[in-house]
Structure formats: structure tokens, C-alpha cells
């Protein structure tokens, strides 16, 4: 996992049209839509596979639109919950037991710092980001992550609290009055 | 990144939970647009160049796109029926 490049020189490439550029950003955005219509708005199956088709074909159509380029995320975020409420409305057969644009602010604000954390993955070394990405996010058991990465299963936990220990330092009260930005790598 | 963080390692650990991976195929897909995007523009510029190729397309939506190795999702066929409808 490289440090991702900034979204505003992401979406120059991909006006450019680099198509790996492209590729990149599906990457770095693909967990965050799949979230959002599935975790927030709990779409499954076919309806979150088509939200998800719908807000990368408008990204990718609108991207030569967007102002400001470093608002990507935001942007993302916002076609998504757009893709999310059109299709619920669109469902003419079911009764929606809420308006759809009520799912809480602070389930998509979680989102929104887990799309943090993720980011900051790419600042460890890369072992402890493939460990705490296959145990945390895809799940995997100490055997499956042992052997994947060609280490004693034995010693998987003691990396994993490791691993994360470094993410968190990333994180890490350093300023007088708060929390620190995230600026550094750690290996 | 200039957001502050209030979490501890379980919070962490909680949020890297919140983006388990989309399903690979659609990420493929999602990534092949700007390939079929290409094939669909280049499809409609020979349809519309030629009036017999025009009519087969027309009547062999979904046909026409694989034949340009195109995925014929519904966007996609509705996107070539409107282009070459206009």
C-alpha cells in the first residue's frame, strides 16, 4: 500500500485521462461508496451492486465538472447518498418504514473517519498495513493472515496490537489543546 | 489530512472494520469505465457514419456492445439506445 496521492492530482490525472489514475481512485473510494449504501443505508445485493456502478459512472462522467478537486470525497459522498435515496424512492413496492434521507449524520461521519483511517494505513510499513487490513477488514483468522504472509500464526496477535499501536501513534495527542494531524510515516 | 481524532486503539480498530473491501467484480468493473466509455463512443461514431451498421446496432443493443467487448449492462444499452436514438 503506497501513500496515496492527493485527490486534487488524482483528478488532474484523470482528466488527463490516465486511466490508472482512474483505477486509483475506484481503489481508494470503492470501500467508501460499498459503505455507504450498505452500511448506511442498508442496500444489498443488486440494488448496492447498481449504486455502486451508478455513482463511479457519474463521477467518471462529471469529474471534468467538479470545481474544486480537492473536495472529492465530499463530492463522492454526496452523489452516493444521492444514488442511495433514488433508489429506495424508486421502489415502488416497498414500504419505507422511514424517509430515506434520514439515516444519521453520524453513521456516515463514521464513515468518513474510517475513510481517515484507511488513508493513514498507507503511512505503516506495509506488512502491518496488509495485517491490520486482512484482520480488521476482511476478516481473515491468524492461520489465513500467517499464511498468506509467510509468518508464524503464533505471533499474528502480537503484530496486529503492534501494528495498530502505530496506526494510533499516527493519531496521537501532540499539540497543547488536541489531537495531532497526520503528517509522518511509521514503519 | 487535517481532521482530529479523538479515538483510541479499539476506536481505530473499529473504524478499519467500517470499510470491509467492495466486492472485487464490482471493482473491476467501476474500473473498466473509461475502456468501455471509449468502445461506446467509437461504436456510435461507426453507427452513426454508416446507415446498415446504424440499423444492426440498433436492433442488436446488447449484441453490438459485446461485439465491442463491452459489458451490455442496462446503463450502458440505455445510454447507446439514447445516443443513437437522438
Same mark, same amino acid.
Given at each position: 500500500?503506497? *501513500? ?22 475506484? $481503489? ?15 442496500? #444489498?445485493?443488486? $440494488?448496492? !451492486? ?34 442511495? *435515496? $433514488? #433508489?429506495?424512492?424508486?421502489? /415502488? ?25 484507511? $488513508? ?17 477488514? #476482511?476478516?481473515? /483468522? ?17 503484530? *496486529?496490537? #503492534? ?10 495527542? !501532540? ?11 511509521? /514503519? | 489530512?487535517? =481532521?482530529?481524532? &479523538?479515538? &483510541? ?21 467501476? =474500473? ?17 457514419? &454508416? ?10 443493443? &446488447? ?24
Amino acid at each position: 500500500m503506497s *501513500i496515496p496521492a492527493p485527490d486534487a492530482q488524482l483528478v488532474a490525472r484523470c482528466r488527463a485521462g490516465d486511466e490508472n489514475a482512474w483505477h486509483e481512485l475506484v $481503489d481508494r473510494y470503492g470501500r467508501y461508496v460499498h459503505a455507504i449504501a450498505t452500511r448506511g443505508y442498508g442496500l #444489498r445485493g443488486g $440494488d448496492a !451492486e447498481d449504486v455502486f456502478q451508478e455513482v463511479f459512472a457519474r463521477i467518471y462522467e462529471r469529474l471534468a465538472t467538479l470545481r474544486k478537486p480537492d473536495a472529492l470525497r465530499a463530492w463522492i459522498g454526496q452523489t452516493t447518498r444521492r444514488c442511495c *435515496i $433514488d #433508489r429506495i424512492r424508486a421502489r /415502488s413496492d416497498e414500504v419505507l418504514l422511514a424517509e430515506p434521507d434520514d439515516v444519521p449524520v453520524e453513521t456516515l461521519g463514521r464513515l468518513d473517519d474510517a475513510l481517515d483511517v484507511r $488513508d493513514a494505513l498507507a503511512r505503516l510499513s506495509p506488512e502491518c498495513a496488509e495485517i491490520l487490513d486482512r484482520f480488521f477488514c #476482511r476478516d481473515e /483468522s491468524y492461520r489465513a493472515i500467517g499464511d498468506r504472509l509467510g509468518l508464524p500464526a503464533g505471533t499474528i496477535a502480537s503484530r *496486529i496490537s #503492534r501494528c495498530l499501536g502505530k496506526l494510533r501513534e499516527l493519531f496521537a495527542d !501532540e499539540s497543547p489543546e488536541g489531537k495531532k494531524q497526520v503528517t509522518t510515516t511509521v /514503519s | 489530512m487535517s =481532521k482530529r481524532f &479523538d479515538h &483510541d486503539e479499539e476506536g481505530i480498530a473499529e473504524l478499519l472494520r467500517q470499510l470491509p473491501p467492495a466486492p472485487a467484480d464490482w471493482v473491476a468493473a467501476a =474500473k473498466q469505465l473509461p475502456a468501455a466509455r471509449a468502445g461506446l463512443d467509437a461504436l456510435v461514431a461507426r453507427a452513426e457514419a &454508416d446507415v446498415e451498421l446504424r440499423r444492426r446496432v440498433v436492433a442488436e443493443l &446488447d449484441a453490438a456492445l459485446q461485439s465491442e467487448g463491452i459489458e451490455p449492462e442496462e446503463r450502458v444499452v440505455e445510454e447507446l439506445r439514447r445516443r443513437l436514438d437522438a
